[in-house]
C-alpha cells in the first residue's frame, strides 16, 4: 500500500510569486490536514479537509489557502510568496478526521519550500 | 482555542538513562493525546497515544501518563538508545465546535549521549 505522497520534494521560489503543493492521501483515507514545520516552531497546522469540505483553518493569512478533490487529493497554495514562508510543509492523511480519537495520522515526507 | 505546551524544548540523556518530555493542554474535555516521534530528514510518526480513560500506557521501553485533574500528560522513554534521538511532539484533541482537531505541542529535540 502506497505511502502518502507530496510533490514537489523540494522547491524554490522568490518573493511575490505563489505556489502549489500536492498531496496525495493513503488509498481509502478521506481526511487530509495540511502543517508547517520550522526550526523551533512545531508543527503549525494550516488546514483540515474531509471529504473536500474544510474543517478547520488554523491562524494563517489568507495568502495560505487549500482545497481537495473527490479522489481525496489534495492541494495547497500560497500566493505572494514571503521570506518567513520559507518551511518544510507536511500533510498528513487519515481514515477519519484528525481530531477523532485514536485515528492515526500518515505524513508524507514533505516539500521544503525555499523562497529567496 | 486549545494551547498545547511542551516542555523542554530539548533534551540531552547519556545513553541507558531515561528521558521525560511533559505537555500540558488548556482544553479540559481533551480526551486523546498521542506521541509522534520524528528522526531527522524523516516524517513523523506515531509511536504511543493514550485515552482520557487511561491513567498510563506502555510499549516496551515508551510509556505515557496522564494526568487529567493537572492537564498535563508525559512520555517517559527508559533505557534510552543512541535511535531514540528525534524531535518528539505531544498533541491533544482539540474541539472547535463539532469539528474537533489536532493540536500539536511545538516538539523536542532528544539527543542520546552514546
Known amino acids: 500500500k502506497a505511502g502518502v505522497t507530496q510533490t514537489p520534494r523540494y522547491l524554490i521560489k522568490t518573493r511575490g510569486q505563489q505556489v502549489t503543493l500536492s498531496c496525495s492521501p493513503i488509498?481509502?483515507?478521506?481526511?487530509v490536514s495540511w502543517y508547517q514545520q520550522t526550526p523551533g516552531q512545531g508543527l503549525q497546522f494550516l488546514f483540515e479537509?474531509?471529504?473536500?469540505?474544510?474543517?478547520n483553518k488554523g491562524n494563517f493569512p489568507g495568502r495560505f489557502s487549500g482545497r481537495q478533490f473527490s479522489n481525496s487529493r489534495s492541494e495547497m497554495n500560497v500566493s505572494t510568496l514571503e521570506l518567513g514562508d520559507s518551511a518544510l510543509y507536511l500533510c498528513?492523511?487519515?481514515?477519519?478526521?484528525?481530531?477523532?480519537?485514536?485515528?492515526?495520522?500518515?505524513f508524507g515526507s514533505g516539500t521544503q519550500l525555499s523562497v529567496l | 482555542g486549545e494551547n498545547v505546551e511542551q516542555h523542554p524544548s530539548t533534551l540531552s540523556v547519556q545513553e541507558g538513562d531515561s528521558a521525560v518530555i511533559k505537555c500540558t493542554y488548556s482544553?479540559?474535555?481533551?480526551?486523546?493525546f498521542p506521541w509522534y516521534k520524528q528522526e531527522l530528514g524523516k516524517r513523523p510518526q506515531l509511536i504511543i497515544d493514550?485515552?482520557?480513560?487511561?491513567g498510563e500506557k506502555k510499549d516496551q521501553r515508551i510509556a505515557v501518563t496522564l494526568n487529567k485533574t493537572a492537564k498535563h500528560f508525559s512520555l517517559h522513554i527508559t533505557e534510552t538508545q543512541p535511535e531514540d534521538s528525534a524531535v518528539y511532539f505531544c498533541?491533544?484533541?482539540?474541539?472547535?465546535?463539532?469539528?474537533?482537531?489536532?493540536?500539536f505541542g511545538t516538539g523536542t529535540r532528544l539527543t542520546i549521549i552514546p
Open positions: 488509498s481509502g483515507h478521506r481526511s
Open positions: 498528513a492523511s487519515s481514515l477519519r478526521p484528525p481530531g477523532t480519537a485514536n485515528e492515526k495520522l500518515f
Open positions: 498533541a491533544a484533541i482539540t474541539f472547535n465546535f463539532g469539528n474537533e482537531k489536532l493540536t
Open positions: 479537509y474531509f471529504s473536500e469540505t474544510q474543517r
Open positions: 493514550i485515552r482520557s480513560n487511561v
Open positions: 482544553d479540559s474535555a481533551s480526551n486523546y
